[in-house]
Structures are given as C-alpha cells and as structure tokens.
C-alpha cells in the first residue's frame, strides 16, 4: 500500500524558514518523480514544485522560485521540501504527491497517490 | 505559461443526472490533461489521466473527453457521494497547472 506521510508545518513569522518531510512507502521510490502541492485555505490546487525519480532535476511554480527548494533522499525514501523568506500568501496545506508515471523528470506528472498534508500558517 | 480555465465554476443537478464539466487550455497539451475528485476535508482523488483514460478502482460512471483545447468530464449518473470539487490538471510542461474547480452539490 502507498503511503506518503507529511510532516514539518506549523506556524513561522513572515520571512522564517521551514523544512517540510515527506515520508514514502509502499512503491519503488526512486523511479517515481515527485512533487509538492499546495492548497490555502478555501481555495485550490496550486502545483509548487516537482523533482525527477533520481533528483538530478527540479522544477518550481513562479510564485516561490528562489525561495524553495525541492529536494530528496532516496536512501531514506523521503521528499523534503525547504521554504525560505516565507510570506502571509504561502499559507496552505502543503501535500506530497507522486507521479503516476514512472521516471518522470517533475515537471509533467499527474498525481495517482497524495499525502494527507500539512499545514504551514505563516504569521506574525 | 498555458491557463487552464474550468467550467462551471459550480452546479448543482439532481441525482442519476448526466453532468459535464469542461476545462479549457490557453494553448495545445495534447492529451497531458488529469482530472482530479476532492471531497469535502479529504485529500485529491486521481480519477483520469490522458485526458480519457480512468484510474484504477474509479466508478465508470466517470469519462473524460477531448476536442482540441476543451476537455470535458463526465459523471453519467450523478451520485450523491460524487459531491465533491473537481479540478483538471494538464501536465505537458511545468508549470503544472490546475483548474480552478467545479464545486458539484446535489440538487
């Protein structure tokens, strides 16, 4: 069984850093491009970044390029993402997602399989 | 960047009612178009992916269609577990974007 287990939100001044987890299990980790997902409150799906099965390459939204950065250890079958210089408008639940394909390079998958999220609340 | 633009934004039809739901793309993505269930508090449920193609263990009351740009979802006979935002999603080239939902309810 697929399982993708967020953690690492919680609330952070604007202009804070967070480092976000995503432990995976129950698939081949390393031939599946992943990605990260976010969603504010009330609002939709908005893709933030994605990275190859074998992390050599990386892809990000426009509205955080600079600030994050996806990355992912496939030893420990986990995805991180970290979030620098946050501000009020990052504020959403953030989901780990995988790729419905395999060896897909992060920025052309759709998602077969979703964490359950985390909420980052950026706040002062 | 390619925008994705859905529609209606949301509608409200009786159960066992045909319902279509349409995402339109600013330029061509091929087939590279998912479809996506989010039931109220729970998570994104893959229904489609290719544009019509149905993910595994998803209703076959669900179909997705194609011509050109328009992508079209279909739920033959709504049910009132399908209450739930759907949102389209191409992936030809990042960004990835998504649609900006349906919100379906039950007349």
């Known amino acids: 069984e697929v399982q993708l287990l967020e953690s690492g939100g919680g609330l952070v001044q604007p202009g804070g850093s967070l480092r976000l987890s995503c432990a995976a299990s129950?698939?081949?980790?390393?031939?599946?491009?992943m990605s990260w997902v976010r969603q504010a409150p009330g609002k939709g799906l908005e893709w933030v970044s994605g990275?190859?099965?074998?992390?050599?390459?990386?892809s990000y939204a426009d509205s955080v390029k600079g600030r994050f950065t996806i990355f992912r250890d496939n030893t420990k079958n986990t995805l991180f993402l970290r979030m620098n210089n946050l501000r009020a408008e990052d504020t959403a639940v953030y989901y780990c997602?995988?790729?419905?394909?395999?060896?897909?390079?992060?920025?052309?998958?759709?998602?077969?399989?979703w964490g359950q999220g985390t909420l980052v609340t950026v706040s002062s | 960047d390619i925008q994705m633009t859905q529609s209606p934004s949301s509608l409200s039809a009786s159960v066992g009612d045909r319902v279509t739901i349409t995402c339109r793309a600013s330029?061509?993505?091929?087939?590279?178009l998912a479809w996506y269930q989010q039931k109220p508090g729970k998570v994104p449920k893959l229904l489609i992916y290719?544009?019509?193609t149905l993910q595994s263990g998803v209703p076959s009351r669900f179909s997705g269609s194609e011509s050109g740009t328009e992508f079209t979802l279909t739920i033959s006979s709504l049910q009132p577990e399908d209450v739930a935002i759907y949102y389209c999603?191409?992936?030809?080239?990042?960004?990835?974007?998504f649609g900006g939902g349906t919100k379906v309810e039950i007349k």
């Open positions: 999603q191409k992936y030809n080239s990042d960004p990835l974007t």
């Open positions: 290719g544009a019509s």
């Open positions: 997602a995988k790729d419905g394909r395999t060896y897909g390079y992060g920025g052309n998958s759709f998602f077969d399989y």
């Open positions: 330029q061509g993505i091929s087939n590279y």
């Open positions: 129950g698939f081949i980790f390393n031939t599946y491009a």
């Open positions: 990275i190859s099965a074998s992390g050599g390459s990386t």
